[in-house]
């Protein structure tokens, strides 16, 4: 049976003690286990301002459930956030979800046992946990082959998800799902191992319905030349030319799925799919949603950004999660990359193996499979005006942009995305002189050329009294002229008959 909630004042004052001691590893910025830097126009790295700065971690042994230590965590593989604001983790070698309070602080429930017909069932390695705007809890139960849906306040089994059958189906198929997500809809997400076709779906009632987001392999010409003239031999050795696995998956309050994968060109880690599957997703100046910017061949960055996870957070902000660097990207809703911190190592705020990301109020939290642990970051005024500033523009408020972009400014004179914001900002407000001056410094040539020919256009307006006047003396003057030529040409005509 699902366990409940039921906490002495003792154990809720040493809980607390004990997560505000974990928080003391918290560091300054000027002693920042990583260095804050983004991409330039140029793609060039520049050093930025911290974004955020790591607040602590918080490791199983350190949270206290009716008196007593829950014990650590035993390779955790995701976390999730429900609406009351509760957090959810995965904590897969335990065989259990661990819920905690937004504060991650005290810890509401833990889930180890459900009642399936009569019968107490477990779970078996869960890898993927989500919760639904009716709070009804979803399990990825992997190595049960089933996704288990649970009511959060009455724990009663509402449903189960195993065995899909479909004609589209590989005969054999074994169901393992890693991942699970659900939309406004109940409609369900399901990533699953092995499962190269794209995002499984299944409807409210478990039937399942197909793929969503498939992504289709590009392969070049020379690739196709080659692989016609080679042998059998060489061909079995070369790289096989099949879909992308997805790896992460969140679901916004439009029904927008995002899906990461492991893109092993570098070209494209998150997808935005809409309710077709096809990717809508916008990619910014730089045309890159995919972690750090590598080009095929550089050994810079021994190769391209691996996303796992993805997590919306609002008004169109989303935060990617590199697991070979440590990183965490954030882009607005055109695709510009805000900030990027993180990094592995062994310090409070790097990482060793992250497996999971999530938006907790104005914090970011990162799920560390191999330490074990919960990171927390909490944003500095540098990412709170950054992050105030991109919501003020998703709601059309410009003015109110404009004044944190400034403030922006003053923190790194050098962002591109904040004059282009302000540029933006004057051209909507038809100040087309100030909006190429910005537009300019933010390297927005789109924008600049509209700038430009509105100013083009301005002047033009304003001028064409005198320009109309300039014409009309410059053909009378040519008029006149062409007569007076001609009279004198004639009178030297005359001259020369009379002479001759």
């Known amino acids: 049976m699902m366990i409940k909630a039921r906490k002495s004042v003792l154990a809720g004052i040493l809980a607390a003690l004990v997560i505000s001691l974990s928080f003391t590893g918290s560091v300054s910025a000027e002693n920042l286990p990583y260095d804050p830097y983004a991409y330039d126009y140029w793609d060039d790295v520049v050093h930025t301002p911290a974004a955020y700065e790591p607040a602590g971690m918080i490791r199983g042994s350190d949270l206290i459930y009716e008196g007593e230590s829950i014990g650590a965590f035993v390779n955790p593989q995701d976390l999730c956030k429900s609406e009351d604001g509760n957090i959810y983790v995965a904590d897969t070698g335990n065989q259990r979800i661990v819920v905690l309070n937004q504060n991650m602080t005290e810890v509401v429930n833990i889930y180890t046992t459900f009642d399936n017909n009569g019968t107490e069932d477990t779970f078996n390695m869960p890898t993927g946990v989500c919760v639904s705007s009716k709070n009804w809890l979803y399990i990825a139960d992997s190595m049960n082959r089933r996704v288990v849906i649970l009511d959060i306040a009455t724990g009663e089994l509402k449903g189960i998800v195993e065995d899909p059958q479909s004609d589209i189906l590989e005969a054999g198929y074994v169901f393992t799902p890693l991942k699970v997500s659900v939309d406004y809809a109940d409609r369900v997400y399901c990533i699953a191992q092995n499962m190269f076709e794209g995002i499984m779906v299944f409807e409210s009632n478990g039937e399942f319905t197909g793929f969503f987001g498939t992504i289709e392999v590009q392969i070049s010409l020379w690739e196709k030349f080659w692989r016609r003239i080679a042998t059998k031999e060489e061909r079995s050795k070369s790289q096989l030319f099949i879909p992308t696995e997805f790896t992460g998956i969140d679901v916004d309050s439009d029904g927008f799925v995002y899906a990461t994968n492991i893109d092993l060109k570098g070209l494209q880690g998150v997808r935005r799919l809409n309710p077709r599957g096809e990717d809508v997703i916008k990619q910014g100046e730089n045309e890159n949603v995919g972690g750090d910017l590598w080009i095929e061949g550089s050994t810079d960055y021994a190769g391209p950004s691996q996303i796992t996870d993805v997590v919306y957070r609002e008004k169109g902000i989303f935060s990617l999660l590199d697991r070979k660097r440590g990183r965490i990207f954030t882009y607005d809703h055109e695709g510009n990359l805000l900030y990027i911190f993180g990094g592995l190592g062994t310090q409070v705020g790097t990482f060793m193996a992250p497996a999971a990301i999530e938006s907790v109020g104005n914090q970011i939290v990162v799920l560390d499979s191999n330490r074990a642990a919960i990171f927390c970051f909490h944003e500095t005024e540098y990412g709170r005006l950054i992050n105030e500033a991109v919501r003020l523009r998703y709601d059309g408020d410009e003015t109110q942009a404009v004044e944190m972009?400034?403030?922006?400014?003053?923190?790194?004179?050098?962002?591109?995305?904040?004059?282009?914001?302000?540029?933006?900002?004057?051209?909507?407000?038809?100040?087309?002189?100030?909006a190429m001056y910005y537009l300019r410094l933010g390297m927005n040539r789109e924008y600049y050329s509209i700038a430009f020919k509105r100013y083009r256009n301005e002047i033009l307006k304003a001028n064409l009294n005198y320009i109309l006047t300039g014409m009309m003396v410059i053909i009378i003057g040519y008029l006149v002229g062409s007569k007076i030529v001609k009279k004198k040409k004639g009178i030297e005509k005359e001259e020369d008959i009379l002479n001759g």
């Open 405 to 434: 972009w400034r403030q922006v400014l003053k923190l790194n004179e050098n962002f591109e995305l904040a004059n282009s914001g302000i540029g933006k900002a004057y051209l909507t407000a038809k100040d087309n002189e100030n």
